[in-house]
């Protein structure tokens, strides 16, 4: 079951925040964050696996919501290599392969 | 030294032709998938592999066909090509213990 991404744009000026939004109807079992830069591959952020769960390097951040249905990627001070698409993708077991959501795409300006 | 690489890079082809994508991976991983993305960014899966064995087979047209000799390579083969079979083909690996996915170039398929 694909998850449902929001917003599917969104344009910051260089040191604005963003946040943005990756949910399920059902709870899951795990979330998974990526960044796709035009014409590259998409490339990993991170994982989070238990609800309640925060995570982040830098500044980018994420928190997985207490009952695994909700993940929200935080993005503060952004910088204008923060631009690209971002992806969450969801599992749903341990097993199953990443479904990804439609994407946002963030563009940062000067 | 690439963890995923993807051969080629670019194939363009007319309607009706087969084609093969290559896909190698170094890092040791037992599963890895194909992923079509569409020119709206959309990420589908396609054929998911653990150990040289398909698992999942999406609902993809029988027309493509994935092998998988060894656990390292994952290839896929495409027949009588259509419009629509026009995206980036992307292979990914997945590290058994985390979970994350590592995807190799991308292959851009145009069909004319």
């Known amino acids: 079951q694909q998850p449902v991404q929001s917003p599917q744009a969104v344009i910051l000026r260089e040191g604005e925040d963003a946040v943005i939004n990756c949910s399920s109807s059902?709870?899951?079992?795990?979330v998974h964050w990526y960044r796709q830069k035009h014409g590259e591959a998409p490339v990993f952020l991170m994982i989070l696996l238990k609800g309640g769960e925060q995570k982040g390097h830098d500044k980018i951040s994420a928190s997985f919501n207490e009952k695994k249905q909700q993940s929200s990627l935080y993005l503060t001070a952004s910088q204008l290599s923060y631009s690209g698409t971002y992806f969450c993708g969801t599992l749903n077991s341990g097993n199953t392969p990443l479904v990804f959501g439609k994407g946002t795409r963030l563009s940062v300006i000067a | 030294d690439t963890a995923v690489s993807q051969t080629p890079k670019y194939l363009v082809t007319q309607m009706g032709n087969d084609k093969s994508i290559k896909c190698e991976q170094n890092l040791g991983h037992d599963t890895m998938y194909w992923y079509k993305q569409d020119s709206k960014k959309f990420l589908k899966i396609m054929f998911s592999?653990?150990?040289?064995?398909?698992?999942i087979n999406e609902t993809v047209p029988n027309r493509f066909s994935p092998k998988s000799p060894d656990k390292a390579h994952l290839n896929l083969h495409i027949n009588s090509l259509e419009l629509g079979d026009s995206a980036v083909y992307f292979c990914?690996?997945?590290?058994?213990?985390?979970?994350?996915?590592?995807f190799g170039e991308g292959s851009r398929l145009t069909v004319l």
């Open positions: 990914a690996s997945r590290r058994t213990d985390t979970g994350e996915l590592f």
């Open positions: 059902k709870a899951l079992y795990s």
């Open positions: 592999y653990n150990n040289k064995e398909l698992i």
